[in-house]
């Protein structure tokens, strides 16, 4: 039998692991990640089995983590690079967006950004400030890069494989509130390839769209809004960026509508960019606009309030009365 | 202004001198080959000024006055060290093999890099101050994990030297003992920011803090620059880890063509720098020490002039590149948003919208 | 020999002139290739211009002190046609990034012009101005913008309805899909092209009628096919039959809470529930209670026909006009069955395929004017039936429950009887119990 049970937390470390063993090339780079192996234990034991020099505990420098990166693959190297948490990115952001995203362009095609920039995201874990970010806007805005998450713990456990194969530089962004959720993963073939979104739960009357932590709250409304008799059908996007828009339009034509959900505040975000291109593409089978459920434009609140901020089944369940309510 | 700490080789009157930790080693034959890569270098460098203010280059970043920097740290490199420079090391794209052209690719604005860097071990340039020197400490990470016999030399001003890439940069190169020399050119200038107000220490003296050596330089002394690399790539090559140079210099031109110096600077400071011409300490130097006659002089101004008038013909001819090459290399694999990109402007450029 | 212009090139900076501060050289000259031309200052410094020619001076295009605007000449050449003796082996062009189009700015060559931008659109505009401006408004005056969703829209379009034209029944007047199926089967076959221009009112009996405005004074229609069946039917049934109407008003409250439970249930996903569901469950539950309202008057036999079944007649409104196919049996089915029933028999009328024998041996008649928003008729008896019911619409009302006034969910029947063999207490009593069940129709469907 080829499944096996387990958090996404240890997929992603069985996940590395594989990478690593299967090329030589492959290294992690990031703060603590060595001998503590990372403090959400992603990367627990690697130091230990592949050494100091494969497993680099860095100085604490996110810009120098993801510029020496950019050196090594330079070099031939495949980095992957560890954010400690999402809001702790923008150190590097000039890395990313000056010369991760442009180095393949500025060389003419010399240069392949063989690198995964990997960071936990989304909120829900009752964390100071800075610890619960959404921050793959900016990344998805940025030509050159690729965004992809993860759902589940088999979607965690090839992914981060298929990512460090791909020799687009890919910024991966871990649902860090489903990391101690633990799943089946077959770990003899991945369901799919990196960029393809997957309907996690076939429905008719409304397509729901997500990604990271929002897919297991918008199946949770699902259930709770087939006992009210609307079948939803919830799509987990997998990549961000680019987002795999023909597996979306095909479900909004059959149901005319749409809910995208997501942690993140709305304004310019990956909702607004996935109503806007659904409505050019699926006008005329539209029997309500696009809404979207998303954080609020507001800092990242205290995590004493922060459920209220969050996507929860119910706010997406008003979202379907909604947008059921509109040809009425 | 210039310490004790400053390693020189040659005054600017062309006179040896000598100093405890540094001897040239230079033939005369290999000297007047300098000279004629500073002469080539600086003739052309005055050339793309001149294409510039004909409306040629959207602008140019002249090396006017650092040109014996460069030259001696780019002919102590060996074929197979890796080269991170920032926008201005024209001298070192020149002894790295980059044809004159492609290095104006850039400021003719049909590239944003100009050549393939894996070809000349010279990576493309960077505009963003100070992002290529972690990129370099990264780069000699790779060599250190292949235990080649290389070194890294990367570039970045004395403005730079403030910028936050630079610091991690050195950190880095230190906690891990990385085959990689710091070269920077302070030229006591970022655009009108004087080197002292980057720093209250002398630049070189940074390294020490943060764990290797740090050396000062006379920037407009060939000799002493070309020495002083020599060895940091060789202490690098053989594991010593990171060197930082500080070639101290001078920006005898403007930062770029769009830049007026005389706001900011006196010319009586101008004035001073010019007597310490790198070309015309050499020249005397080949004068006194070698008997090198006027007409090998000669000799090299002319093939300059040549070399000019070639990057003229080259940059005129620089057409304006096909605007569906801008949907090339975005990715390595093909992606959706890209293709979409460019069959929308394949359509509206068939329909005479824009301009093919 | 040729010419060659040299115009006042970008020098940085966003600048758009330049003030000539010294000529270095004067009309005659022969000048080499980069020999200082002129000392020019700009808002930020004195730049001096090398010659990008190797030739003649022949103009000076401005004085010492004149302002020069970017891209004018500045100095003209005669420029030798001999090739130089460094030649390259390629073919040189000379390109000339962007003349003309730029602004210049510090780290490139500038913002395009304006001219470029209005180039394109003064070329859309003058194909608009060549066909007309779009117009918002038909001229006919009609109203503003529809209120509809995309797919009816499309729906509009695909039938070539006049949306402007529909009624919406929608909310705030939005049209719905509905609204243009009646639009579309209101206008003759092979019209689509003209719908739009075609003014029509709604149907009578049937057929098309033009619009007030648009129509003959005095228009006479022949009486045939539906329309005169109708009249017919109409005539015979208040000649021959006595009839009388009793109406009250009910409280649905639990009938509509009944079906919405329903509704959302799984098991009854997909089934069209609706008060006239229950209602013609109420109906033939009536009959089995009181057989004698199922009854039918034989005057030339001179028996009154009392029927233990129900073929229950839905006054359907078709495009066609007034039809009324009946469920036979209708008494012997549940509640889902009946549904169904109610369903198909609506689908069959209004496609105009109701077999002919679903038209025969109605014995109780519905006629729903709800949806028209109205409470109630008296409707004409069916000719051979003994009573017709009509159900009026469900709408909030006040209604006193344990002495206060709630809001409950209100509905108005009326029934016309056949008065010669059914009596007031007859029917009265039939809706009574009518009212009973519709007040709380669980119990007795459970019962069935």
Redesign the interface.
């Known amino acids: 039998m080829t499944t096996t049970t387990m958090t996404m937390a240890k997929a992603l470390n069985e996940g590395l692991r594989r990478a690593m063993e299967r090329d030589p090339k492959v290294l992690l780079m990031g703060e603590d990640i060595g001998k503590l192996g990372g403090v959400f234990r992603i990367t627990d034991g690697l130091q230990k089995d592949f050494g100091q020099d494969r497993v680099v505990d860095t100085p604490l420098a996110e810009s120098a983590i993801v510029g020496t990166a950019v050196g090594l693959s330079i070099r031939g190297y495949r980095p992957v690079c560890e954010m400690q948490f999402d809001g702790f990115v923008f150190p590097a952001f000039d890395q990313i967006v000056s010369q991760v995203a442009k180095l393949h362009k500025r060389s003419d095609g010399v240069y392949r950004m063989s690198m995964v920039i990997r960071l936990p995201f989304q909120g829900g874990i009752g964390a100071i400030e800075h610890h619960s970010e959404s921050p793959e806007a900016y990344f998805a805005h940025t030509p050159g890069l690729r965004v992809v998450s993860p759902s589940t713990p088999h979607d965690a456990y090839w992914m981060i494989q298929q990512s460090i194969d791909s020799d687009d530089p890919i910024i991966f962004c871990e649902p860090k509130s489903r990391y101690w959720e633990k799943g089946e993963v077959d770990v003899a073939s991945p369901s799919r390839d990196l960029y393809s979104a997957q309907v996690r739960r076939a429905g008719t009357d409304v397509t729901v769209v997500g990604y990271g932590s929002s897919v297991k709250t918008m199946l949770r409304a699902a259930d709770a809004a087939a006992l009210e008799g609307t079948s939803l059908e919830v799509i987990d996007l997998r990549s961000i960026a680019p987002i795999d828009f023909p597996v979306v339009t095909s479900s909004v034509e059959k149901t005319g509508r749409l809910i995208v959900v997501q942690d993140a505040p709305r304004t310019a975000s990956i909702s607004s960019e996935i109503v806007a291109e659904v409505t050019q593409r699926c006008f005329y089978s539209l029997r309500a606009p696009g809404l979207r459920v998303t954080g609020y434009h507001v800092p990242y609140p205290v995590a004493r309030i922060e459920e209220e901020y969050r996507p929860t089944a119910d706010r997406i369940l008003d979202a379907v009365d909604q947008v059921m309510g509109f040809e009425s | 202004m210039i310490d004790d700490e400053l390693v020189q080789l040659l005054t600017p009157e062309g006179e040896r001198v000598s100093h405890p930790d540094y001897t040239s080693t230079l033939t005369g034959d290999q000297i007047l080959s300098m000279y004629r890569d500073m002469v080539i270098v600086r003739r052309l460098c005055n050339e793309s000024t001149s294409l510039q203010r004909q409306g040629q280059l959207a602008l140019w970043a002249p090396i006017q006055g650092q040109e014996g920097a460069q030259i001696g740290a780019g002919r102590a490199l060996a074929p197979m060290d890796f080269t991170f420079p920032t926008y201005r090391e024209h001298g070192i794209s020149w002894c790295r093999g980059v044809p004159p052209e492609d290095v104006l690719r850039l400021f003719r604005a049909v590239s944003n890099g100009g050549w393939d860097p894996q070809k000349y071990r010279h990576h493309v340039p960077t505009i963003v101050l100070g992002n290529q020197v972690l990129n370099a400490v990264g780069y000699a990470m790779g060599v250190q994990r292949d235990g080649a016999d290389e070194a890294v030399l990367t570039f970045f001003g004395d403005g730079a030297s403030s910028q936050g890439d630079v610091l991690e940069a050195f950190v880095w190169a230190s906690s891990f003992n990385v085959p990689v020399v710091f070269f920077c050119q302070n030229n006591q200038f970022g655009i009108s920011t004087p080197a002292t107000t980057q720093s209250k220490v002398p630049l070189y003296r940074r390294a020490r803090g943060f764990g290797f050596p740090g050396v000062r330089v006379d920037g407009n002394d060939l000799l002493a620059c070309y020495e002083v690399t020599r060895a940091a790539l060789e202490n690098a090559r053989a594991g010593g880890g990171p060197t930082m140079i500080e070639a101290y210099t001078y920006r005898m031109g403007a930062h770029t063509t769009s830049d007026d110096p005389t706001r900011y600077r006196v010319d009586a400071e101008v004035e001073v720098w010019k007597h310490r011409d790198p070309i015309e300490r050499i020249k005397a130097l080949l004068v006194r020490e070698y008997q090198t006659k006027p007409a090998v002089f000669d000799q090299v101004a002319q093939e300059a002039e040549a070399f000019a008038r070639k990057l003229r013909d080259d940059v005129l001819a620089m057409g304006r590149p096909d605007p569906l090459s801008m949907f090339d290399h975005v990715y390595t694999d093909e992606h959706p948003l890209v293709q979409e990109g460019r069959r929308e402007m394949s359509a509206l450029l068939a329909a005479g919208v824009g301009h093919a | 020999m040729s010419r060659e212009v ?2 006042l ?5 966003g600048l758009i002139e330049a003030e000539v501060v010294t000529w270095k050289v004067r009309v005659g000259d022969v000048v080499t ?2 020999q200082p031309l002129v000392d020019v200052e700009t808002a ?2 004195v ?4 010659s ?1 020619f190797a030739g003649t001076v022949v103009t000076l295009h401005a004085q010492a002190g004149d302002v020069v605007d970017v891209n004018q000449p500045l100095v003209t050449f005669d420029v030798d046609a001999e090739p ?1 003796p ?3 082996p ?1 073919h ?6 962007d ?1 003309g189009r730029r602004e210049p ?5 500038g913002v395009a012009t304006e001219d470029e931008i209005h180039a ?1 659109t003064a070329r859309r505009t003058t194909s608009i101005g060549a066909t007309g401006v779009s117009s918002a408004h038909d001229d006919r005056g009609a109203p503003g913008p529809v209120r509809t ?3 009816v ?2 729906l509009a379009k695909q039938y070539g309805v006049d949306l402007r034209r529909v009624a919406g029944t ?2 705030d007047g ?1 049209v ?2 509905d609204d243009v199926e009646r639009a579309r089967t209101a206008r003759p076959v092979g019209s689509i092209a003209d719908a739009s221009r075609v003014a029509t009112s709604p149907r009578m009996a049937g057929r098309e009628l033009a619009a007030w405005d648009v129509g003959p004074r005095e228009e006479r229609i022949a009486v045939r096919g539906v329309l005169k069946a109708m009249a017919e039917s109409m005539t015979l049934s208040v000649a021959t039959q006595p009839q009388a109407a009793v109406w009250t008003r009910v409280d649905a409250t639990r009938t509509t809470e009944l079906i919405a439970s329903l ?4 098991d009854w ?1 997909g089934e069209r529930l609706s008060p006239l569901t229950i209602v013609a469950m109420a109906l033939c539950d009536a009959a089995r209670r009181f057989p004698g309202l199922n009854s039918h008057f034989d005057a030339a036999a001179q028996e009154v026909v009392v029927r233990r079944y129900v073929n229950l007649g839905i006054a359907a409104d078709t495009p066609r006009g007034l039809v009324v196919p009946n469920i036979k049996d209708a008494d012997q089915l549940d509640l889902r069955q009946m549904a169904r029933a109610l369903g198909h028999l609506v689908a069959t009328a209004r496609a105009g395929t109701t077999p002919p024998a679903d038209l025969a041996a109605t014995t109780l008649t519905i006629t729903n004017v709800g949806p028209f928003g109205v409470d109630g008729a008296m409707a004409i008896l069916p000719p051979g039936t003994g009573a017709i019911l009509c159900v009026g619409q469900v709408a909030p009302a006040p209604w006193v429950v344990d002495g206060a006034v709630v809001v409950r969910q209100v509905l108005e029947l009326s029934m016309t009887f056949d008065h010669r063999q059914i009596d007031g207490a007859m029917a009265s009593s039939v809706m009574a119990h009518l009212a009973r069940y519709l007040g709380d129709p669980a119990p007795a469907l459970l019962a069935r």
């Not at chain 3, 730049?47 to 090398?50: A, D, F, I, K, N």
């Not at chain 3, 040189?92 to 990034?97: A, C, S, T």
């Not at chain 3, 509704?263 to 799984?266: D, G, I």
């Open positions: 040299f115009l090139p970008d020098v940085g900076e290739l980069n930020k410094a730049v001096e211009l090398p990008p130089a460094h030649a390259t390629k040189v062009v000379h390109d000339v990034p003349e700015v510090l780290i490139g060559y394109r969703t995309p797919p829209r499309l929608g909310r939005l719905t899909r509704k959302a249930h799984p996903a």
